[in-house]
Every structure is written in structure tokens, then in C-alpha cells.
């Protein structure tokens, strides 16, 4: 899973990408973002989240420290090729965004059944074969 | 003419306290990294000051109230604890990528106001730790560990 950072938005959150054996999981540290600033949004290649986080305006307070950084922010996740996109959820606790991609099925591990050799039946006459010019 | 000692780092330390306002973190003026070589990491906070109050406020997402801890003096103040890499349903995970810093961490400041300890608030809320220190003309108690509230 590649993944890009668009330096045109003002801060990039710092994001996760791990993989289960039944699916994608994408982490954001999106703290203090409320949820209806955050989108996520699924096309054929790609996840990509976005949104905003708002510069608090606090009365009668003057600012005199800034580490955090605010503004908006977008990720773009690129989906592997046995993403399912109709398996798709995102959750947000603690500021932080998880959002998980199912595997298709096809792309699942598969166990293989291994079964006894049996005794071939010989194949029936067919065209060619060499018993015809007997 | 009276003789002053001469301290050539005192115009630099000025600078950096007006810089830094209220707030002074322990050995912040010999490094200040993402991550200190002893592999702990640095939320980053932004600090407001009121008439009657100073606020801070802290991002720690995917942080545990149970895994924090503040401690508060009049003139002092100690923020740590440690986030826990978060299990994906008890499956086990192949990290692709990892960004996120996990672990413990510690802050340390020094404040240059009086505050009230025992009546500073704590509120651990969408991953972002806001305090409220009560500024105070008094000297406060001994250091007090307070309450963080969800």
C-alpha cells in the first residue's frame, strides 16, 4: 500500500498502514478534528482523507505557545490490488481515525485440499492414440 | 561603576523565555526533537494565558486516560505517559508503514506564574489533553497529581 502526502495542505497527520490476514488498516492521529470536518472518500485506485482542523478561537485567552499545527490535510492511500471497496468502514475515537479495507475474497489465502492419488482410469480411445495402429 | 558578572547565554535565555511566555520546558534549550534519543516523543501543545488562568492543551491521540499522568506544583507542571500500539482485533498486524509514535512520553515545564493546584482541571477529549491552571498570588501546596477527566 503506497501512500502520498499533498504538500499543497497547511500539515500532514502521521499515518499508519497495516494488513490482517482478512483485511487494510489505515490510523490517523486526527486529534482535536472534529468528525463532520473529516471526509473520506473511495475511488477505483485510491483512499483518500481529508478535512480540516479549526484554529480555536479562545475568548479572553492569549496565545503564548503554537507546536499544534491546524488547517487542512489530506492523505491519499493507495488501495492494493485485492482491496475490496464495497468491504470499506472508518471509525473515530480518541482523535484517532481508523479505517478498514476489506481483502477480496479471491484474494484470500486459499487452503489447498491434498488428496490421496487414486489409480487413473485410463483414458477412453481417443484421435491419436497410438493403440489405434495396432 | 558596579561590577556585573558577566553571563553571556543570559540575553539568549531571555529571548527564548519571551519567546516561550509563561511556559519554560526542562532542557528544552539543548535539544528539542520529535523523539529524544531515550526513544520517548514530544506531544505537541499549544499554551493560552488569561487574566486569571493559564490553558494548555496537548495532543495525545490514541492516548489511555489510565496511561496518563499529570503532576502539578505551583510553579511546575509534568505531563507523561505512553501510547500502546492498538491491537486490530486481536489480530496480528504487518505494518506497511508506520508514522504514528508509540511509547512513553514526558514534558516537563516550568511555569512563571503561581498557580492553584488543587484548583486546576484536567480533560482528556478527542485526543487532546486541555488543562486549566488557576493563576494565584499565594504560594500553592506541595505537588498534586490531578484528576483527568473523559
Redesign the interface.
Known sequence: MAAAAERTESWTPAMDISETGEGFCVRLDLAGVAREDMEVMVSEQALVISGLRRLPEPEGLALSRREREYGRFRRTVELPAGADRGALSAALRDGVLEVRVGKRAGEMPKRVEIKAAAQEEPPSAGVGSSEDGK | MPLRPRRPLEAFQRLREAA????REAGELYFQSPVSPEGRWTP????????E???L?M??????REDLEVRLSANSLTISGQRRL?A??G???????????YGPFSRSFSIGVSVEPERAGAK?E???LRLELPKSDRGGPQQIEIEVAD
Open positions: 516561550d511566555g509563561v511556559f505537541p501543545m499549544d499554551v493560552y494565558e488569561g487574566a488562568s493559564i490553558v492543551e495532543e495525545m491521540p490514541g492516548v489511555r492498538a486490530a482485533g489480530q496480528p498486524e504487518r505494518f506497511h508503514r508506520i508514522e504514528r509514535n482528556l478527542d485526543g487532546v
